[in-house]
């Protein structure tokens, strides 16, 4: 049991897909795992763990944006010993090429700042994906048929942010997309030798304004857990 996770030792299980919305995580284990039990509900943020394909998997959530994110993945890795972490959720496209429901998957997360930046200090650390939970992901959602934009995102700390002229210079770059969480889980996983993947789901369209329906938002979300567990476990 630590501060925010009121989880026992030998509940939350190595392998933790990590969605924003305690409530998505409740949605998923309920709907993919066998045998989910809730293991965590401190603060409303819920964790449950169970079976998928009898491999042990804890669904936790973690939250809105990088400081939220950076206390539960804090927690997963140092006091319960979760190795392979992989977001799934939501992410606005910034590119003409990147449409709606489209999925992309994170190389690299860019920020103005995360929770670690003070670590760093003059350094520009460049955080990025484990390349093998990257390359099964791919792998995985063209078996699906589908054709995930891999490459650079960019991770917000703010969610009405009025810099127009930065998201010009990032379109200007070849940045996807932007969201809120990757590029502190990616730092994490790299300084305690973890495995970290950002999966997103394209729900809004930041040149056009498009956005998607509650109804399409729920089908992509199973196609991100069903490839999250595929990259997870690949062999």
């Known amino acids: ?11 939350i299980a190595e392998t933790v897909l990590m969605p924003g919305d305690p409530y998505r995580a409740k949605w998923a284990a309920e ?15 819920l964790g449950y763990t169970g079976t998928w394909k009898g491999n042990p998997v804890t669904i936790h959530g973690s939250g809105m944006g990088m400081p939220s994110l950076s206390i539960y993945a804090n927690e997963l890795i140092r006091d ?6 992989i977001r799934i959720g939501s992410c606005g496209a910034m590119q003409d090429h990147v449409a709606l429901r489209d999925l992309v998957l994170a190389m690299s997360a860019s920020s103005v700042s995360t929770p670690s930046s003070t670590i760093f200090r003059e350094l ?24 995930p ?3 650079g995102i960019y991770s917000s700390d703010t969610f009405y942010d009025e810099r127009r002229d930065l998201d010009e ?4 770059h070849g940045i996807l997309a932007v969201e809120m969480e990757a590029a502190e889980l990616y ?3 790299a300084r305690y030798g973890r495995r970290a993947l950002a999966i997103l789901t394209v729900s809004d369209h930041l040149p056009t304004g498009d956005r998607l329906s509650s109804e399409d938002r729920e089908k992509s979300f199973s196609e991100m ?3 999250a567990f595929e990259a997870a476990f690949a062999k």
């Open 1 to 11: 049991m630590t501060i925010h996770i009121g989880a026992k030792p030998g509940d």
């Open 31 to 45: 709907n993919f795992l066998d045998a989910p039990r809730c293991v965590n509900e401190v603060r409303g943020m």
């Open 80 to 85: 319960y010993g979760a190795q392979t972490l």
């Open 124 to 147: 520009t650390y460049a955080p990025t994906a484990d390349f093998s939970l990257l390359e099964a992901a791919a792998t995985a959602a063209r078996a699906k048929s589908l054709s």
């Open 149 to 151: 934009h891999v490459g």
């Open 169 to 172: 210079q990032m379109i200007r």
């Open 187 to 189: 730092t994490l996983a």
């Open 225 to 227: 857990v069903e490839i």
